[in-house]
């Protein structure tokens, strides 16, 4: 039997979380910590004059990071000084402050038409934000505070996940290279650079729209004459006569059927013994592991603020669909626990599987 109690107070903590969030961003936004890490036991008169804040407000804002143990106040004195804030390196703040710039400017707005989105079964909030009908991917090529919110993250997502990304898993000497639904060519430049063999190839394949902004950098980065674009939609169809497809940060964006598409697709392109390679966040076996925190984000923030449909899956879910799509599934590779930082939310596997004769 439940305790309505217990359910109740459980409640509570969702409707404290967008005020406690926004809190404690704000502290680092106005410059309250910064304050205090250049001189320890300043009053709140002068943080404030420090930062161009009333006093009241500051000690208002610093109630919150004091009873969570961020910063400790002298009773005596009135001063603040860090406390569990002060033992954070520098970096590692940095890349939380970074994420949590991304949430406020790119996902609390859009939230609020997060139902709108998932009846529309597109990013609602865009719409009626920014004027814009599509996807975040597409708003950030053209909508300067939608890139400049998404585009620190992802420079800080490709640096830590990238060299491990290719790491997972190996390219034939001299195979030809799918990165499919790749963007503008960066996937295909690390490619030849980390895989690099005698006659490697490596195709971008996209939106044909892609096409100017990927030859450029290929050119830029000196591989032109290694990779190169092929335009269409990976609903449809892909290309055939390559050995392996890379399927990278993009099947959690699509519906059950759109992503076995995808799978049957690449199963028809490739010969036997073809292989894939998927890189996607998944759900933990148990989706009431209380230790994986991607069930409390990634449902919002794909439906309310990337594409409004599709999410993630666990890896049982993917092995049977790529399984039933003609596929063995030979190798799965995850972070190793030591390299992911505490505050990450995100768990990516690397699925490597292979075309059945």
Same mark, same amino acid.
């Given at each position: 039997?439940?305790?309505?109690?217990?359910?109740?107070?459980?409640?509570?903590?969702?409707?404290?979380?967008?005020?406690?969030?926004m809190?404690?961003?704000?502290?680092f936004e106005?410059?309250?910590?910064d304050?205090l890490?250049?001189?320890?036991?300043?009053?709140a008169?002068r943080?404030?004059?420090?930062?161009?804040?009333?006093?009241?407000?500051?000690?208002?804002?610093?109630?919150?990071?004091?009873?969570?143990?961020?910063?400790?106040?002298?009773?005596?004195?009135?001063g603040?000084?860090?406390?569990?804030?002060?033992?954070?390196?520098?970096?590692d703040?940095q890349?939380?402050?970074?994420f949590?710039?991304?949430?406020?400017?790119?996902?609390?707005?859009?939230?609020?038409?997060?139902s709108d989105?998932?009846?529309?079964?597109?990013?609602?909030?865009?719409?009626e934000l920014?004027?814009?009908?599509?996807?975040?991917?597409?708003?950030?090529?053209?909508?300067e505070?939608v890139?400049?919110a998404?585009?620190?993250?992802?420079?800080?997502?490709t640096?830590?996940v990238?060299?491990?990304?290719?790491r997972?898993?190996?390219?034939?000497?001299?195979?030809?290279?799918?990165?499919?639904?790749?963007?503008?060519?960066?996937?295909?430049?690390?490619?030849?650079?980390?895989?690099?063999?005698?006659?490697?190839?490596?195709?971008?394949?996209?939106?044909?729209?892609?096409?100017?902004?990927? +030859?450029?950098?290929?050119?830029? !980065? *000196?591989v032109?004459?290694?990779? $190169?674009?092929?335009?269409?939609?990976?609903? %449809? &169809?892909?290309?055939?006569?390559?050995?392996?497809?890379?399927?990278?940060?993009?099947?959690?964006?699509?519906?059950?059927?759109?992503?076995?598409?995808?799978?049957?697709?690449?199963?028809r392109?490739l010969?036997?013994?073809?292989r894939?390679?998927?890189?996607?966040?998944?759900?933990?076996e148990?989706?009431?592991?209380?230790d994986?925190?991607?069930?409390?984000f990634?449902?919002?923030?794909? +439906?309310?603020?990337?594409?409004g !449909? *599709?999410?993630?899956?666990?890896? $049982?879910?993917?092995?049977?669909?790529?399984? %039933? &799509?003609?596929?063995?599934?030979?190798?799965?590779?995850?972070?190793?626990?030591?390299?992911?930082?505490?505050?990450?939310?995100?768990?990516?596997?690397?699925?490597c599987a292979t075309?059945?004769?």
């Open positions: 039997m439940s305790n309505p109690e217990a359910v109740l107070a459980r409640i509570r903590e969702y409707m404290v979380g967008p005020t406690r969030f809190n404690l961003y704000t502290c106005l410059g309250l910590v304050a890490r250049k001189e320890p036991g300043l009053t008169a943080i404030g004059a420090a930062v161009g804040a009333k006093p009241d407000a500051v000690e208002q804002l610093l109630h919150l990071l004091v009873k969570e143990g961020f910063v400790a106040r002298d009773e005596t004195t009135g603040y000084t860090l406390d569990a804030l002060a033992d954070v390196a520098e970096t703040l890349r939380v402050l970074t949590m710039g991304m949430i406020k400017t790119g996902m609390l707005r859009q939230l609020y038409y997060l989105s998932v009846l529309a079964g597109s990013v609602v909030g865009l719409k920014y004027g814009f009908e599509g996807t975040m991917f597409e708003a950030a090529a053209e909508v505070e890139r400049a998404w585009g620190p993250l992802a420079r800080n997502e640096a830590s990238y060299p491990w990304f290719f997972s898993f190996d390219v034939p000497a001299g195979a030809r290279v799918l990165d499919v639904q790749g963007g503008n060519g960066l996937g295909a430049i690390m490619t030849y650079q980390l895989k690099g063999s005698p006659g490697l190839r490596v195709t971008t394949f996209d939106r044909p729209a892609l096409e100017a902004e990927c +030859l450029r950098n290929f050119e830029a !980065r *000196g032109a004459e290694h990779c $190169s674009f092929m335009g269409g939609d990976v609903l %449809e &169809s892909l290309p055939g006569g390559f050995d392996v497809m890379l399927l990278k940060h993009f099947v959690d964006m699509y519906d059950e059927d759109e992503v076995r598409t995808i799978f049957e697709n690449a199963h392109a010969e036997p013994g073809g894939i390679v998927v890189l996607a966040p998944v759900y933990p148990d989706i009431g592991d209380t994986d925190y991607q069930a409390d990634f449902p919002a923030y794909i +439906l309310g603020c990337v594409v !449909r *599709g999410g993630l899956q666990k890896l $049982s879910t993917y092995r049977s669909w790529l399984e %039933e &799509s003609g596929f063995e599934v030979t190798k799965v590779s995850a972070k190793d626990p030591a390299d992911v930082p505490p505050d990450a939310i995100i768990n990516r596997v690397v699925i075309k059945r004769a």
